[in-house]
């Protein structure tokens, strides 16, 4: 409730509200209805004999709500340039504009994989894990890091 009370003062104060903080604020809203809605699916979905869902022990989606947060607000940006930057028939211009969108999807598939055991399956289970963990939350803020690092030598 108190993050709920802060945006909204923060909002009026403001003369213009960005698309971002909007689309951030509805996901903060509905990310536990949806959370609710997956692990519903995921229970019918999932069997005893399985470790998880989709081969992801269930543990690890105590936490994969933040990645996934993080990654989503990412990627709103890029996906926005692509919808927004109107009729281009020079093919080249949207490969460009994908760049950020494929390398904040590498880190995620590659640690999700890893954490299914879909790659890396021949290492042991707690390596298997902590890997794709941490390809995870590092492959976001490496890729952010150095998205940020390009897009202000652009702007500058």
């Known amino acids: 409730m108190a993050i709920?009370?802060?945006?909204l003062i923060v909002i009026r104060k403001m003369s213009y509200i960005e698309p971002n903080i909007i689309?951030?604020?509805?996901i903060l809203l509905i990310a536990p209805v949806i959370g609710s809605f997956s692990g519903q699916?995921?229970?019918e979905v999932s069997t005893e004999d399985e470790t998880g869902f989709a081969g992801i022990p269930r543990?690890?989606?105590l936490w994969l709500w933040l990645p996934a947060y993080w990654y989503s607000t990412a990627l709103i940006g890029p996906i926005y340039n692509i919808f927004t930057s109107g009729i281009d028939f020079w093919f080249i211009s949207h490969i460009i504009r994908m760049?950020?969108?494929?390398?904040?999807?590498?880190?995620?598939?590659f640690g999700l994989s890893i954490l299914s055991g879909n790659n890396m399956s021949e290492y042991n289970k707690v390596i298997r894990q902590t890997l794709g963990s941490l390809i995870i939350l590092l492959g976001f803020w490496i890729v952010t890091f150095i998205h940020f690092y390009i897009y202000n030598l652009i702007v500058k």
């Open 4 to 7: 709920i009370l802060y945006a």
């Open 59 to 61: 543990v690890h989606f």
């Open 41 to 43: 699916i995921g229970q």
């Open 99 to 109: 760049i950020p969108i494929i390398a904040y999807a590498a880190p995620l598939y």
């Open 23 to 26: 689309i951030t604020f509805i």
